[in-house]
């Protein structure tokens, strides 16, 4: 498939969000994440990034790249973004660490890198 190039440029743009948060907590054990506030807001930052990232994508390109999460994405920034009293600081650490990786994988992948 050929990406339109406003939709290469954000996959590269969410790309490289991924792996900024990845960066963010690649130093960082689960109990001290939980302790640093610093961090949780850098990471909560970035995921709202690649959601918005993700809503701005065109219909066409979610449509053909069904392989990447483009709901789950969208929801982690909706629910971050406006349901921020109710953040569930685990489930962040498992986005960063666990659905990140996975998201770069597909991305790459999708962006004929992978």
Not at 16 to 38: G, M, N, Y
């Amino acid at each position: 498939m050929s990406l339109r190039p406003p939709d290469r440029v954000l996959l590269e743009d969410m790309l490289d969000w991924a792996r900024k948060v990845q960066r963010f907590v690649s130093d960082v054990s689960q109990v001290a994440f939980l302790d640093d506030e610093r961090t949780q807001s850098a990471v909560i930052h970035g995921l709202i990034v690649i959601g918005e990232i993700a809503s701005r994508t065109s219909d066409d390109t979610r449509a053909a790249l069904p392989q990447l999460p483009w709901h789950e994405v969208r929801g982690m920034r909706n629910r971050l973004a406006h349901d921020y009293l109710g953040v569930d600081v685990d489930e962040v650490w498992r986005t960063a660490t666990v659905d990140l990786p996975e998201l770069e994988r597909r991305l790459l992948v999708a962006l004929g890198r992978g």
